[in-house]
Structures are given as C-alpha cells and as structure tokens.
C-alpha cells in the first residue's frame, strides 16, 4: 500500500553505524526521528484541509529498520484511504450517486453537510448528481499539504539532524 509521506533518510548513518556500535547510535537516531516526527504530525495536521476531520486526524509518523540495527527512515503522513484524492485532486471521473453504493452514500452525506439541503430524498438526490456531473467534467481540485507542512519544518529537522550529527561525532571521537 502506498502512502503520501514525507521520508527523512538516515543512510550516511547507517555507514556509521559500520564504525560505530548500533548500541551507541540506536538511541541518537531514535531520538532525533521522534523529535522529527513530534513537530512534523502536527504541522502536517494544521495543514489538512478541514471537512470530517478524518485526514488530519489520521496522521501517523512510522520509524522503519529495514534490517538494520538502527532505524534507517520515517515516514510521516495520513493513513486516511483518501489522502492521495485531496493531495493530488481527481481527474474527471463520474462518481457514484446511488444511495444503495458506499461512494454514492459518502456523496450524499456530503452534500446533506456542504449545502444544508433537507431531509427529501429527492432533493439531495438531485444536488447529487449534479455534483457527480460537475466532477465528471472537471474532476477535483488538489489541495497539497503535506509538502507544504514539510517546507515549514524543515529548517527545524535540519536543525535537529544536526544536533544528531554532533552527537554521533562526539560518540566516534570517544572511541
């Protein structure tokens, strides 16, 4: 499964960790990607844009080892199933307006919510399809945020994988 996210790669640290003991790195590393990741979730969070709540709500920040002693990568973003639909927009596409579909469920409790339309079946069956024709004509508009959450804190990351540089030196200049 593919994932929006923001990836920080420690690989020059992983040639390190050749010279020094992955016990020593293990906690810098870990430190570091988890300050990373502590300012890097709620930037990513302020900048989803705000209908159920459900994308904001759904970012995750997953420190990986692939094989490795000490961890090699993050990723940071929303595990939400629509997070690539509002980061990238659709391309024209006439989605599903029937009330026995799930997606054609998810459209009408859309439109009940944007526009306030009644209780009449009728009604918001209408509103419906003319917004599945409007998407079928145009698609949907993107709203990038995980980019632009990442350049606001990247000379905070920078900073902190700096720091975790010093300290890794310190530790190889002891040995």
């Not at 390190?16 to 810098?28: S, V």
């Not at 859309?110 to 998407?135: H, K, M, P, Q």
């Not at 000379?155 to 720091?163: A, N, T, Y």
């Amino acid at each position: 499964m593919t994932q929006a996210v923001v990836i920080v790669q420690t690989s020059e640290w992983s040639a390190l960790a050749r010279k020094l003991r992955p016990e020593a790195l293990k906690p810098i590393v870990e430190v570091a990607l988890q300050e990373i990741a502590a300012i890097g979730k709620p930037a990513v969070a302020s900048k989803a844009p705000r209908f159920s709540g459900r994308l904001s709500k759904s970012v995750v920040s997953i420190i990986k080892y692939a094989g490795a002693p000490i961890p090699t990568w993050m990723s940071l973003g929303p595990k939400a199933p629509h997070r690539f639909l509002v980061e990238r927009g659709t391309k024209p596409h006439f989605p599903p307006t029937s009330a026995d579909s799930k997606g054609g469920r998810r459209i009408r409790r859309y439109v009940r919510r944007r526009w306030g339309t009644g209780s009449d079946e009728r009604e918001i069956a209408r509103a419906a399809f003319r917004l599945a024709r409007a998407i079928s004509r145009s698609g949907t508009k993107a709203h990038p945020f995980i980019l632009p959450a990442w350049k606001e804190i990247e000379p905070q990351v920078d900073g902190i994988l700096s720091k975790a540089a010093k300290s890794i030196e310190l530790e190889w200049l002891k040995k």
